[in-house]
């Protein structure tokens, strides 16, 4: 006869699936790699702070949709509400200093330095978080920021505040990460991300009477295009990193610089030259071993379970 077992803690909302977190995260890698272009564009003849309130504003239109489909109102009651604020606090520095770096540096450029973010992630995950990360992978994630060294090339041609903001954006949404990751343990994605848009964006209304320029024609559609696009990324991304470790998510953030190369090809006949390609092959490659890694673990973990039942 087996022992009797104390009653198992009551299992948090979240349910690990980290094949699909990483689908997740490449679908909205790419949405944001859209709206990263957007924004650019924007940014080029509006003030930042106006660009990012748009992002928020109109970013609640499918978080809204969401949010309906999830329950309704009684689907966002939270405990949290603290944590909701800072997560929105840090979110939004985060989002406008990146901002910020796509105005200082050449939009490749900046998004390259805003991948060290894995790297913070990596570290703080460990005590913020109580994950463990092993050698494997952390090996990987620097396997993954050497591609994108030998992508990015520094030259002197790069301003030094330039790279001080992407670098502090990296960092700003590495914390960002984290809080999402703490917060996915008992609020469900959409609560998530409703809190955080509807929070930025009654921040961002604040600065409007001191920056506001009025759209022209079709701007209007351009600045509303990058609220929609961060509202349906936002919510891939949260979703995915209630689904898996954060470690093990973050790193797929690389592939955005595969769909800049695309980008840039289809609209400015851009063709990488050999380095930029071999440092999205190391890139590549260091993602799909992490999700190599991760598979064979959770493979490992669930059959020294079933014999621990046996």
């Not at 609020?187 to 409703?194: L, R, S």
């Not at 400015?268 to 380095?275: K, S």
């Not at 064979?296 to 079933?306: E, F, L």
Request: overall charge neutral; glycine content about 8%; some cysteine.
């Amino acid at each position: 006869m087996r022992p009797v077992r104390d009653s198992p803690a009551p299992p948090d909302i979240r349910t690990e699936n980290a094949p699909l977190a990483i689908a997740l995260m490449l679908v909205s890698v790419f949405i944001f790699s859209i709206l990263n272009l957007l924004v650019k564009l924007a940014a080029e003849r509006y003030p930042l702070a106006e660009v990012t309130f748009f992002r928020n504003l109109l970013a609640l239109v499918p978080v809204g949709i969401a949010v309906a489909m999830s329950g309704g109102l009684p689907s966002l009651r939270t405990a949290h509400p603290l944590g909701h604020l800072w997560r929105s606090v840090i979110g939004l520095t985060a989002m406008s200093l990146m901002f910020w770096s796509f105005h200082l540096l050449p939009l490749g450029t900046a998004i390259a330095f805003n991948f060290t973010s894995p790297l913070f992630l990596t570290a703080l995950s460990v005590p913020l978080l109580g994950e463990r990360v092993g050698l494997f992978r952390w090996a990987a994630v620097g396997v993954g920021f050497g591609g994108t060294l030998i992508m990015l090339r520094p030259t002197g041609d790069v301003l030094e505040v330039g790279t001080l903001v992407a670098l502090a954006a990296a960092l700003c949404q590495s914390l960002a990460m984290v809080t999402i990751r703490q917060l996915s343990r008992t609020e469900p994605p959409t609560t998530i991300v409703f809190y955080f848009t509807l929070i930025t964006t009654l921040l961002c209304a604040l600065a409007q009477p001191f920056v506001w320029v009025t759209p022209q024609g079709w701007d209007w559609l351009l600045l509303a295009g990058c609220g929609l696009t961060g509202g349906v990324a936002q919510l891939f991304m949260t979703r995915a990193y209630a689904l898996a470790p954060a470690a093990v998510v973050a790193p797929f953030n690389y592939a955005a610089l595969l769909f800049a190369l695309l980008f840039g090809w289809m609209f400015w006949n851009e063709i990488p030259d050999l380095w930029t390609l071999v440092g999205a092959a190391v890139v590549a490659a260091s993602g799909l071993y992490i999700l190599h890694r991760e598979t064979v673990r959770r493979a490992t973990v669930t059959a020294a379970g079933d014999a621990h039942n046996d």
